[in-house]
């Protein structure tokens, strides 16, 4: 069983930087695309940027534009988004998302999630 958990959320004014961080609990983590997804209450789950299990190619949602990284370590297990040029609209509970071999934009599509981690911007 995989076991995710995120840290890394909080307040942060408009403009200003925070950075997610999400630990994956197996021993085969380099088989692992890994994802950061976002979501507001009564809203589905979007997309902001996965990773492929080589590391090698990052993918990111529309609204991103230029704003997030996605870095993975495999030798700590674990997965990051840096998010820069946060606006207020960019507050949603952050959630990481991991799949065998596989870096998608489709949320139905990995098998194991963290709790989530709330991110809030004020303006």
């Known amino acids: 069983q995989v076991q995710l958990a995120e840290s890394g959320g909080g307040l942060v004014q408009a403009g200003g930087s925070l950075r997610l961080s999400c630990a994956v609990s197996t021993r085969t983590f380099s088989k692992y695309g890994l994802a950061w997804f976002r979501q507001v209450p009564g809203e589905e789950r979007e997309f902001a940027a996965s990773?492929?299990?080589?590391?090698?190619?990052?993918y990111y949602g529309s609204f991103v534009q230029g704003r997030f990284t996605i870095s993975r370590d495999n030798a700590k297990n674990t997965v990051d988004l840096q998010m820069s040029s946060l606006k207020p609209e960019d507050t949603a509970v952050y959630y990481c998302?991991?799949?065998?071999?596989?870096?998608?934009?489709?949320?139905?599509?990995?098998?194991?999630w963290g709790p989530g981690t709330q991110v809030t911007v004020s303006s």
């Open positions: 998302a991991a799949k065998e071999y596989h870096s998608g934009s489709d949320y139905r599509a990995y098998d194991y």
């Open positions: 990773i492929t299990w080589s590391g090698d190619i990052s």
